[in-house]
């Protein structure tokens, strides 16, 4: 069950006065502890997801399936382009997707680079489960999609294409934090300055037996390079699952959270004692530590352990995710941030 105290002091909570690189020690918002089953995502769009995810663990299903579920509900979401088929396309004009995914079993699997397949995250299930690799990239992992019965299909929406045109114009690229926020339902080119960058929608669940998994998609940034992949189909970078201890999940520019293997680091650091809120924090503040040009960008963490207590963390303010288990299925909060 939701606790409801923790809930309303986390909502309420300000953004931390504490110098970037303090101790992860230090004061943070209220914890928020789930009942089990429950479901985490990034982002105000999780709602949706952790609401498709739930109708699989309130049934007793296993959480795999459940995160399975839930990330291809913005994977279809004509109006994310930060997810999915809808997302926007590289400065080539390329839609790529990248995705991962976690089970209860140490089970990993992930596709980068694909093509022309709407659901990335149940491609690289299928890798987990039906290959010996973890990670299949580019025409590869468009081949095996199609041999695996994944119909082929054009992901450049009109939408999408009108927002890459208008980039052309311009050729000028500066990520914008927080966008898959300001983006979101709006039109081709957004909010200002909105359009210029990309995101990720990262889960983590527990069902009805205890058992932890997680799922990571994304369309990577709007305008990379021809070939570019971030954090999110790393395993230990964008996702990491450890069913005795907990899970975590990134969100904001991959690049920064590869170098540091964010996810794994915060699961480690649970491992160590700290709570999910406090490790979640401790991987940012070590992000911008030994980047200090970090602290205009955005990164955020999100955590859930296996006790069902929930964290999460971000260089800048408006970073939020979704909550969901028996006791309230569209709970949204705001992550904590050093800004």
Known sequence: MIDRRGLLMASLAAPSALALGAPASAASPGAVKLGRPCVI???????????AAWAVLSRGGRALDAVEAGARVPEADLKNHSVGRAGYPDRDGHVTLDASIMDEHGGCGAVAGLEHIAHP??????????????????????QFAIEQGFPREE???????KAWQAWLKTNRYTPVANSEVGTYGKSAL??????????????LAMDAAGNLSG?????????????RVGDSPIIGAGLYVDNEVGGATSTGVGEEVIRNCGSF????????????????????????????GAKD?????LALSKTGEVGAWAIQSGFTYALCD????????PSGSFT
Request: contains cysteine.
């Open 190 to 203: 957004g909010t200002p300055g909105g359009k210029n960058n990309h995101d990720t929608i990262g889960m």
């Open 155 to 161: 992901l450049l929406t009109p939408e999408s294409r």
């Open 326 to 333: 028996a006791a309230k299925q569209d709970a949204l909060l």
């Open 297 to 301: 960008l955005q990164v955020g963490f």
């Open 41 to 51: 995502s990034t982002w105000d769009f999780g709602v949706a997801a952790t609401q």
């Open 265 to 292: 680091l915060v699961v480690e650091l649970m491992r160590q004692g700290r709570s999910p809120q406090d490790a979640c924090k401790e991987a940012v503040a070590r992000i911008v530590r030994k980047n200090p």
């Open 215 to 227: 799922a990571c998609t994304t369309s990577g940034m709007a305008w990379k390079l021809r070939g």
């Open 121 to 142: 995250i149940s491609v690289a299930r299928r890798v987990m489960e039906k290959t010996p690799h973890v990670l299949l990239v580019g025409d590869g992992a468009l």
